[in-house]
């Protein structure tokens, strides 16, 4: 028997209530719309995020609001074309909102699952807002990328400060195989290894890569997802059990 639809957008006012009664997580996919090289598709981030979360919450139980297609991307600058970023405040304030609005629904626990690096700032500063809003809501943000340590070191075996790498690139040729073009494939190596500085990525690379995509199959990628599923349904189930500390 199928599981059942997790994603918000595709229940009735009913189907979101009897969710936030019987205590489901609202799950926030945060993604980019970015250039992911001249190989990968540009919603990347958002399609990875997207898709773990719904198969994570098909398993669990909750629900995943419409997923976030604007991340803040502004260190890919107008170098390359294809990049669509918002300002780390619009990025707070847009959080903040759809926070605001998972809350009037009844749910009180919100877990954003990040596709894109540098969403990491204004996330959790909305996140910090919306705990101090609304007292009675149980944040969290997590990446893809860093749900476990050993999924870490994976999607970094390639290059610690990776952009459209191996991993990324099995994860989409397991996923969306016609969203890769693998002719226009190349690698970099990444040169902000050893350095204490952040720098823009056209100061680190020329094709808006860092990392080996050229190794990518989409049996690595299947094999990471499924890593990356179990990981966040474990986290899930986790969160939706947990219960507030006694205190005294």
């Not at 980019?32 to 990968?40: I, K, N």
């Not at 990444?190 to 808006?208: E, F, H, I, K, N």
């Amino acid at each position: 028997m199928p599981e059942p639809d997790p994603r918000w957008a595709a229940k009735t006012l009913t189907g979101v209530g009897v969710s936030s009664a019987d205590g489901a997580i609202a799950v926030l996919p945060v993604g980019a719309t970015e250039q992911p090289g001249p190989h990968l598709a540009s919603g990347a981030d958002t399609l990875f995020a997207e898709r773990v979360s719904v198969a994570a919450a098909a398993r669990t139980g909750d629900i995943v609001l419409p997923s976030l297609p604007y991340g803040c991307s502004l260190g890919h600058t107008a170098r390359w074309p294809g990049t669509l970023s918002l300002h780390p405040t619009t990025m707070t304030a847009v959080v903040v909102e759809i926070g605001r609005w998972a809350h009037a629904s009844g749910f009180r626990k919100l877990v954003l699952v990040n596709g894109h690096a540098t969403n990491g700032p204004p996330c959790q500063s909305a996140l910090l807002a919306l705990r101090h809003e609304l007292p009675d809501l149980r944040p969290r943000f997590v990446s893809l990328f860093d749900l476990s340590p050993e999924i870490a070191a994976r999607y970094a075996e390639d290059a610690p400060d990776f952009h459209a790498n191996e991993a990324e690139t099995s994860l989409m040729m397991h996923l969306e195989p016609d969203a890769v073009d693998a002719t226009a494939i190349v690698d970099e190596p990444d040169r902000t290894v050893g350095r204490v500085l952040l720098y823009p990525m056209p100061a680190v690379t020329t094709s808006g890569v860092v990392g080996a995509p050229s190794s990518a199959s989409a049996d690595r990628g299947a094999e990471l997802f499924a890593a990356l599923v179990d990981a966040l349904a474990e986290l899930l189930a986790a969160a939706r059990a947990e219960r507030d500390p006694e205190l005294g």
